[in-house]
């Protein structure tokens, strides 16, 4: 994650002092501009992560896994990362903390541990970045953004489970 | 959508939770989520604000430009021809950041993206369509967080899973990209 930043950053340094960039001139006014998004995604940042903490401590989440668990044993899914799979497109720091805690309870090198870092890195947050995106945006009409980006991210956790050998 | 989405989640949650007796928990994590909204959004907030700014000097310096004309045919076949100038730019240092793992990086330039996108509008048109679910479904070459996470739980191989990472997120945005298709087709 370091290395790639960093030079980043040296990128944006280096390519603008090259091209005599008024370097510091640049940046703040860059900086106004995106305060003004963080202000801008505020609300819709709220209300979507209420809904999420108050699906997930209901005990709804653990209750859709069991009930999924056999219907996706054909994609070769093993249920200890269903629980991953759906909070997968709810929130990306949960979902980190799930697969945080999978790779330690069964292994990192595991098919559990391995089936569930393929699943993490297929797909994104599905409801925080369109929710981001689109009230930033002030759309409030997605149209079928939503249910193309699901199948999507149910194509990518099929993809997981199929593509990650052994059973 | 979100409205219909957000009414399921909440009363599915507080109807479930009164059943199961977990009316405590349920309130209770509705409050701590607003409070983390607000936290995450001030971290979010100096990120946001940060790569703004890089990006800007990227932008004054010309590089940009540069990029944009890099990934601009392909951009413009998935996005169409109606796409104004400083929303590919834009849309192209998205995806330029997503296929890097900086997924820091990619969310403002993203949001700058759809908000040139949207042009005040109240509907999603087919290219934010189509940007947003290229976006949701994961474009990322490197999966930074992941490999960090598998190096610290002490797995003997942590880049195993780069390769079939590789091919799921593929696979995922392939399928995003024909649906949407085929919806633009249908509308």
Redesign the interface.
């Known amino acids: 994650m370091n290395i790639p930043l960093s030079l980043f950053f040296l990128l944006c340094v280096g390519v603008g002092a090259a091209r005599r960039t008024p370097l510091y001139d640049a940046f703040a006014d860059g900086a106004k501009e995106g305060l003004q998004t963080a202000k801008r995604i505020l609300p819709p940042l709220i209300a979507m992560l209420c809904a999420i903490r108050a699906f997930s401590a209901s005990g709804l989440t653990d209750a859709l896994s069991a009930f999924l668990a056999p219907a996706l044993q054909g994609a070769r899914i093993p249920k200890e990362t269903l629980p991953l799979m759906l909070l997968r497109p709810l929130s990306g720091s949960a979902s980190l903390a799930m697969l945080k805690e999978i790779l330690h309870t069964y292994g990192p090198d595991s098919r559990i541990g391995l089936v569930a870092s393929v699943m993490m890195g297929s797909s994104e947050t599905v409801f925080y970045t369109c929710c981001v995106y689109l009230g930033a945006a002030g759309v409030r009409r997605s149209r079928h953004t939503i249910p193309c980006a699901l199948l999507a991210w149910l194509a990518g956790s099929i993809a997981a489970g199929l593509l990650t050998p052994g059973w | 959508?979100?409205n219909v989405?957000?009414g399921l989640?909440?009363g599915?949650?507080?109807l479930?939770?009164l059943l199961?007796g977990?009316a405590d928990?349920?309130t209770?994590?509705?409050l701590?989520?607003?409070g983390?909204?607000?936290k995450?959004?001030l971290d979010?907030?100096g990120m946001?604000?940060?790569?703004?700014?890089?990006?800007?000097?990227?932008?004054?310096?010309?590089?940009a430009q540069w990029l944009g004309k890099k990934l601009r045919p392909a951009l413009r076949l998935l996005l169409g021809p109606a796409m104004p100038g400083d929303a590919l730019e834009y849309a192209a240092m998205n995806l330029t950041?997503n296929l890097?793992?900086?997924g820091n990086?990619a969310?403002?330039m993203?949001?700058?993206a759809?908000?040139r996108?949207?042009r005040?509008?109240?509907?999603?048109s087919n290219a934010?369509?189509m940007?947003?679910?290229i976006?949701?479904?994961?474009v990322?070459l490197?999966?930074?967080?992941?490999l960090?996470?598998?190096a610290a739980?002490?797995?003997?191989?942590?880049g195993?899973?780069i390769l079939?990472?590789i091919?799921?997120?593929g696979?995922?945005?392939?399928?995003?990209v024909l649906?949407?298709k085929l919806?633009e087709k249908r509308?």
């Open positions: 959508m979100l989405l957000f989640m909440l599915a949650a507080l479930y939770g199961r977990r928990a349920v209770g994590a509705v701590q989520g607003a983390d909204a607000v995450s959004a979010m907030a946001f604000a940060l790569f703004c700014g890089m990006g800007e000097i990227l932008t004054r310096a010309g590089a950041a890097l793992g900086l990086a969310t403002p993203g949001v700058e759809a908000r996108m949207a005040g509008m109240d509907e999603a934010l369509c940007f947003l679910v976006n949701a479904s994961s990322q490197l999966p930074t967080t992941v960090s996470l598998r739980e002490g797995s003997s191989n942590p195993a899973v079939p990472a091919a799921a997120t696979i995922s945005t392939l399928v995003g649906s949407c919806m509308a």
